[in-house]
T-cell receptor, first 116, second 111 residues
Framework: GAGVSQSPSNKVTEKGKDVELRCDPISGHTALYWYRQSLGQGLEFLIYFQGNSAPDKSGLPSDRFSAERTGGSVSTLTIQRTQQEDSAVYLC??????????????FGEGSRLTVL | LAKTTQPISMDSYEGQEVNITCSHNNIATNDYITWYQQFPSQGPRFIIQ???TKVTNEVASLFIPADRKSSTLSLPRVSLSDTAVYYCLVGGPNTGNQFYFGTGTSLTVIP
């Protein structure tokens, strides 16, 4: 597709369940980011992938959060044993990687997670 | 990592020019300055990017002084549809490619 695609757009789950959020970046973009945005707040950096290199996981809030990026393209963010404080919009962004990564990122519409 | 500081909120009347300033005192030599716009229930959208001096596109202008410790996003003749949150972002390939968004500036355009 032409833009960054995220699914599902909305997810309601019960506390303690696991959830998977998917991001399909723009074709050819080697950089991929996950951010979290709680209601009325700014964006919180979670994780950064550059091609097939080991990801920068420094923003993941706990070991319940993990992410993978298969074949340098599609990424999945997994939250295990969800808690109510995990409720937020999870945003994915892609961009040109490596030395061309100056901060021009293209965002998806986000996945809104609600944990009951 | 360069931290950024912006005003939390601003109000402006329609038709006015709006200037939003971002402070980034510890910007690194090869860092770029990028501004984003975010509407409710949408992902942020790239507006403009610069390295030094002035950059202008069809949407906005970006002014960067010689010391690069701050930058100013200028929106000419704002309309109601410019009501959004505006984020300043600083970073680049030589500072780990980590791009941290601050809390942004919530701009409200008043009729």
């Amino acid at each position: 597709g032409a833009g960054v695609s995220q699914s599902p757009s909305n997810k309601v789950t019960e506390k303690g369940k696991d959830v998977e959020l998917r991001c399909d970046p723009i074709s050819g973009h080697t950089a991929l980011y996950w951010y979290r945005q709680s209601l009325g707040q700014g964006l919180e950096f979670l994780i950064y992938f550059q091609g097939n290199s080991a990801p920068d996981k420094s923003g993941l809030p706990s070991d319940r959060f993990s992410a993978e990026r298969t074949g340098g393209s599609v990424s999945t963010l997994t939250i295990q044993r969800t808690q109510q404080e995990d409720s937020a919009v999870y945003l994915c962004a892609s961009g040109k990687g490596g030395g061309s990564n100056t901060g021009e990122l293209f965002f998806g519409e986000g996945s809104r997670l609600t944990v009951l | 990592l360069a931290k950024t500081t912006q005003p939390i909120s601003m109000d402006s009347y329609e038709g006015q020019e709006v200037n939003i300033t971002c402070s980034h005192n510890n910007i690194a030599t090869n860092d770029y300055i990028t501004w984003y716009q975010q509407f409710p229930s949408q992902g942020p959208r790239f507006i403009i990017q610069g390295y030094k001096t002035k950059v202008t596109n069809e949407v906005a202008s970006l002014f960067i002084p010689a010391d690069r410790k701050s930058s100013t996003l200028s929106l000419p003749r704002v309309s109601l549809s410019d009501t959004a949150v505006y984020y300043c972002l600083v970073g680049g390939p030589n500072t780990g490619n980590q791009f941290y968004f601050g809390t942004g500036t919530s701009l409200t355009v008043i009729p």
